[in-house]
């Protein structure tokens, strides 16, 4: 059996266990035949008594189905930076790449949230690193193709247009870990027959990872127009990333690693998906290397 397949049967297990019998506890005294029917009544009757609790259970169940166990389970990985391992140009690559990976990635429309706006939701992004070469394998080992974030992100709407917003994410069983912020100004607020049009400032920190020091500051522009419940939406921006290290280079004589500043140019689509007080949020980022993210929010 695969890991994949063995780690995708934990995620099942976990529902079975921990999800199931809380749903189904009052019908144990039923007759067998009598169970599936309870069931679904109860779980009808927890909808309706209490609609922010069917809410979070079904962000609970996406987040299960979605998340990739056999990186939330088995990922043994953890970066670490030893002297005389790295060349001066592997550990711009490396930057490069990682950068890329830490970047605000804004799973949001240009539009305002409002004054009384609030997002609060779970995210996944996966960014498809070059994993075989030697600036990776030197630092790390079994690291998956994608380099997958599990996060924590919210958003509060503010007055005249602005919007700011956190990240939070830690990779299990690895130390690799970020956190992040964004302010975000609609310069158009958007209407029934216009586009919504804004800028945003980011900056994001690799926390967790000993010697290595990599921080991200973007800022970009967003366009976005909303049909109905469907918003999609486009932008294009610049990452600068900044990198250090105190470990020593493997080029000759050993020097210490130097500095790395980094910039590249990124474009972003994606499309937010809205019902009631649940939304759904896709989107691709097109880069040196890709990233795909996923986010499932309450809206307050």
Not at 71 to 91: E, M, R, W
Not at 237 to 266: C, F, R, V, Y
């Amino acid at each position: 059996m695969s890991g994949k397949i063995k780690h995708d049967i934990i995620g099942i297990h976990f529902l079975l266990v921990k999800v199931y019998p809380e749903v189904t506890e009052r019908s144990g005294a039923l007759r067998r035949e009598d169970h599936r029917t309870m069931s679904n009544n109860t779980a009808r009757r927890i909808g309706t008594r209490n609609p922010m609790l069917s809410l979070l259970i079904a962000m609970a169940a996406a987040t299960v189905v979605a998340m990739p166990w056999h990186t939330a389970y088995a990922a043994k990985y953890d970066i670490s930076v030893p002297d005389g391992v790295l060349t001066q140009a592997n550990f711009k690559d490396l930057s490069e790449q990682l950068g890329l990976v830490l970047a605000y990635h804004p799973l949001a429309p240009a539009e305002p949230l409002g004054l009384l706006g609030f997002d609060i939701g779970i995210e996944i992004t996966a960014s498809d690193i070059d994993e075989n070469e030697s600036f990776w394998t030197d630092v790390t080992s079994d690291i998956p193709s994608y380099l997958t974030l599990p996060k924590l992100h919210a958003q509060k709407g503010l007055p005249f247009g602005i919007d700011v917003g956190l990240v939070y994410s830690q990779v299990p069983s690895s130390n690799i870990g970020m956190w992040g912020a964004e302010m975000k100004w609609a310069i158009l607020k958007g209407t029934l027959a216009t586009p919504a049009l804004a800028i945003r400032g980011s900056y994001t920190t690799l926390f967790g990872v000993d010697n290595l020091n990599v921080s991200t500051y973007g800022a970009d522009l967003s366009i976005s127009k909303g049909f109905g419940p469907f918003t999609p939406y486009a932008g294009i921006g610049q990452i600068a990333t900044k990198a250090s290290s105190d470990a020593t280079s493997a080029d000759p004589g050993n020097p210490q690693l130097q500095d790395e500043s980094i910039s590249a140019t990124h474009g972003f689509i994606g499309a937010k998906l809205s019902f009631l007080m649940l939304s759904f949020v896709a989107e691709a980022d097109f880069a040196a290397i890709p990233t795909y993210g996923l986010r499932l929010n309450l809206s307050f």
